[in-house]
């Protein structure tokens, strides 16, 4: 089969197109035949060295596609059932050994890769709306980078959850994709101009909770736009990392709540990967969560996607497509975007 691998760390060109056999699904695993895999900056921290794993490696966290096998000892799927994962390695590939029980099965009538596309940040959105800080009816929050993956669908839910998004974003196409998934105002990253917003927005009380992707750039904003024993949940770094900080400072922002969430502690178990991530699912399914997919590469072109993301032009989720393709073995995984 064809799959992407890493070999050393470093930029995009270090994602290569290569043959390797394909797995044999071992015990308690699923041999899933992927139709896509979901592009994310976690892979880009992976790739780059920012988080070290084991080398060499296929990337890719999150993918969509049918099961064509079973290892002894599988209760949880069948060969046949369409599923989906996130938090899982190896998904830059035609085909994936997988623990079954973290496969998460996607309702009749959605698509393999809109599941894709939805399911990693989908679960992202709702741990941040849902358990970090619980929206409530009439709160105004921030979601940062709010065209992205992860801000479309945070937007969205804070919106179902009767909350009121200010959205930040670089660009006036950006702009326009947040409101489109429902933000009240968005603002460019100009100095003072997010704090002015959200006080508009909440009657000068200042924001309930600020869900920010970005890390070093924003923190200062993000502290100083926060409501008393409000909660900065800054569950990313795109921008770079948050600086050593006094915690005297959450004192004078009002007894702020700062936290570095992850995706992993929030569906340790099965009961709650499948309880998250069919929550997930079913909204898009039923179209109370829109998923906007920005872009698809083949396989081939990871390169290029990798080089997209981490130049901050991309909309919403990009998507490799799995497909077999005439590509050869131990070219370089596509060059990045002129």
């Known amino acids: 089969m064809r799959a ?13 197109l290569v043959d390797v056999d394909r797995p044999a699904p071992g015990p308690g695993q699923a041999l899933v035949r992927l139709a896509a895999a979901g592009v994310n900056y976690v892979d880009v921290y992976l790739r780059s060295g920012v988080y070290p794993r084991e080398l060499p490696y296929v990337p890719g966290q999150e993918g969509a596609g049918t099961v064509v096998a079973l290892g002894p000892g599988v209760t949880e799927v069948a060969v046949g059932d369409v599923v989906a994962w996130a938090n899982l390695p190896g998904a830059y590939a035609e085909f994936a050994a997988l623990p079954a029980d973290r496969l998460v099965p996607v309702p009749a009538g959605l698509a393999p890769e809109t599941a894709a596309a939805a399911l ?5 959105a709702h741990y941040l709306s849902h358990d970090t800080h619980p929206v409530r009816p009439g709160d105004t929050v921030v979601v940062h980078a709010a065209a992205g993956g992860v801000g479309t669908l945070l937007t969205q839910l804070v919106r179902l959850r009767g909350g009121t998004v200010v959205g930040t974003a670089s660009t006036p196409a950006k702009a326009a994709a947040a409101r489109a998934a429902g933000a009240a105002e968005v603002v460019d990253y100009t100095p003072g101009a997010l704090t002015e917003a959200v006080r508009r927005h909440s009657g000068g009380a200042g924001a309930a909770a600020v869900y920010d992707g970005i890390g ?14 409000g909660v900065l949940a800054v569950y990313g770094q795109s921008g770079g990392p948050v600086p050593p900080f006094d915690l005297q400072r959450l004192n004078t922002a009002g007894s702020a709540f700062v936290t570095r969430p992850n995706l992993e502690h929030h569906i340790a178990g099965r009961e709650e990967l499948l309880r998250r991530g069919g929550a997930v699912l079913r909204l898009v399914r039923d179209g109370d969560l829109r998923v906007r997919v920005g872009r698809t590469y083949p396989l081939a072109e990871a390169a290029a996607a990798h080089a997209a993301l981490e130049s901050r032009t991309t909309i919403a989720k990009t998507l490799l497509v799995c ?4 590509e050869s073995p131990e070219s370089p995984a596509g060059p990045p975007p002129v």
């Open 120 to 124: 990693l940040q989908g679960m992202t």
């Open 216 to 229: 070093g750039p924003t923190f200062d904003e993000s502290l100083a736009a926060l409501r008393p024993r």
């Open 4 to 16: 992407i691998r890493v070999s050393g760390p470093g930029g995009p060109e270090v994602l290569r």
């Open 323 to 326: 497909a077999p393709g005439p």
